[in-house]
C-alpha cells in the first residue's frame, strides 16, 4: 500500500494494493473507506489529473462494480 495521500473537498484518496476489485475494497475497508465513488465530473477530473495514467502501467479500481448481481452496478460505499 503506498502512503501517498491526497485530498479533494472532504475526502482522502489513497492508493491502495489489489491484484482484484475483491481484494481492493477489503485493503480500502480496513482503512475505514471504499474504492473511490465518482461523484461527479469535477472529481472525475480531479482523479484523471492527481493519478498516473500510463495505460502500460497504471491500472484503477474504482467503487463501482456488479458483485451483488451479474450487470446490476452499483457503488460500494
Known sequence: MTTDLKVLDH???IIVDGPSWTEAEANANKLGGHLVTIN???ENQWLVDNF????????YWIGLNDEKEEGIYEWSS
Open 52 to 59: 498516473p495514467n500510463d495505460q502500460s502501467f497504471y491500472t
Open 11 to 13: 475526502s482522502i484518496y
Open 40 to 42: 461527479d465530473a469535477e
